[in-house]
C-alpha cells in the first residue's frame, strides 16, 4: 500500500470514528429521551450504547492511531516531513486519556445507578437525565479529538501542513 493509502485510510478512520460518536451524541442519546420517562429503561439502554462503543470505539482509534504512525515512520524513514502524522495520531489517541480521567466519574456514577435498577430499585429521573446528559457532552467532546487528528492527517496528507 502507498504511503498515500495508508495516510488517507488513517484520515477516513479517525473521521468515521469521530462521526460515529457524535451521532450518538446527536441522535440516539436525543432519541433515548424523547422514548423514555422510565430512568430504569433510560440507564439500561445508555448501558447498552456505552458497551457498544466499549467494544468498537477502542478498535477503532488504536487502528487509526496506528496507521498515524505507520505513515509517520515511513515519511521519517524517507527523510520525509513527519511529525504531522505523529500529531495526528497521538490527538487521535489522546480521547483514551480523556476517557479514563474526565469520563469516568460520570461513567461509574452512571454503573452505580445502573447497578440499583438490577437489584429492583428506581432512581430518580433528574439524576438518571443529569449523569446522561453530563456523559453525552464529554461524549460530544471526545468526538473532537479523532475529527482534530483527521483535519491534521488530511492536511499532511495534502502536504498543506508538514513539520
Wanted: with cysteine; aromatic share 10%; glycine share 10%.
Amino acid at each position: 500500500m502507498s504511503n498515500v493509502g495508508v495516510e488517507a485510510i488513517a484520515v477516513i478512520t479517525g473521521s468515521f470514528l469521530s462521526g460515529a460518536m457524535m451521532s450518538v451524541y446527536l441522535l440516539a442519546v436525543p432519541s433515548l429521551f424523547d422514548t423514555t420517562t422510565d430512568p430504569g429503561h433510560l440507564l439500561r439502554h445508555w448501558s447498552r450504547i456505552f458497551l457498544n462503543g466499549h467494544i468498537k470505539g477502542p478498535i477503532i482509534c488504536l487502528t487509526t492511531t496506528a496507521l498515524y504512525g505507520i505513515a509517520a515512520v515511513s515519511k521519517y524513514s524517507a527523510g520525509d516531513a513527519w511529525g504531522v502524522f505523529a500529531a495526528a495520531g497521538l490527538t487521535t489517541i489522546s480521547m483514551v486519556p480523556f476517557t479514563l480521567t474526565v469520563m469516568a466519574p460520570t461513567n461509574n456514577a452512571l454503573f452505580r445507578l445502573e447497578g440499583e435498577v438490577k437489584k429492583g430499585n428506581s432512581p430518580s429521573w433528574p439524576d438518571a437525565e443529569r449523569l446522561v446528559q453530563n456523559w453525552n457532552r464529554f461524549n460530544a467532546i471526545r468526538a473532537f479529538f479523532p475529527l482534530a487528528g483527521a483535519v491534521l492527517g488530511l492536511l499532511g496528507t495534502l502536504k498543506l501542513v508538514s513539520f
